[in-house]
Every structure is written in C-alpha cells, then in structure tokens.
C-alpha cells in the first residue's frame, strides 16, 4: 500500500518562510517522478512545481516562479518545498503527489498525501 505523507506546514506572516516535507512508503522512491499542488478553499486544486526521478529537472508554475524551491533527497526518500516571500494568497492545503506522470496537472499523478496547512497572516 502506497502513502504519501505530508508534513511541515504552519502558520507564518507575510515575507516569512517554510519548509514542506514529503515522505512516501510502498513505492521505490527513487522510481518516480514527484509535485507539490495547493488548494484554497473555494478554489481548484493548483500545481505548483514538479521534479524528475533523478532531481535534475525542476518545474515551476508562474504564480510560485522565483519564491519556491523543490528539490528531492533520494536517499532519504523525502522531497521538499522551500518557500519564502510568502502571501495571504499563498494560503491554502498544500499536497504532494507521486507517480508516473509528469507535469503540474491534477491528473497526472496517482498518489496523493492528505495535505499539510499552510496559513499566511497579513
């Protein structure tokens, strides 16, 4: 059984930083392609960013271009998203998702965590 765990979400102010966590089990980690989406509430489901198996090609979406940075531990099974320069707008559940797609549509992933809060106070 695959699982997709989330962790490292919180409430900042605006210009502050985090630090997602992504960590999966059931699949070699190393295998698959990995993306960070969001949801506000409200709102659909929005990609993010995106990085291959081996790490060497990252993926941004315009809207987190320049303030988010993916990256991927391959040895400790663990994909991350830096993000800093935080928005009230940037609030929202973050997800992270695996698979044997590629890209930053909902679509193209089969595995999906539950989601870690992001809060962005003004």
């Known amino acids: 059984q695959v699982q997709v765990v989330e962790s490292g979400g919180g409430l900042v102010q605006a210009g502050g930083s985090l630090r997602l966590s992504c960590t999966t089990s059931?699949?070699?980690?190393?295998?698959?392609?990995m993306g960070w989406f969001r949801q506000a509430p409200g709102k659909e489901r929005e990609g993010l960013s995106c990085?291959?198996?081996?790490?060497?090609?990252?993926f941004y979406a315009h809207s987190v271009k320049g303030r988010f940075t993916i990256s991927r531990d391959n040895a400790k099974n663990t994909l991350y998203l830096e993000m800093t320069s935080l928005k009230p707008e940037d609030t929202a559940m973050y997800y992270c998702a695996t698979g044997t797609g590629w890209g930053l549509r909902f679509g193209e992933y089969e595995y999906w965590g539950q989601g870690t809060q992001v809060t962005v106070s003004s």
């Open positions: 990085i291959n198996w081996r790490g060497d090609t990252p």
């Open positions: 059931g699949l070699t980690f190393a295998a698959y392609n």
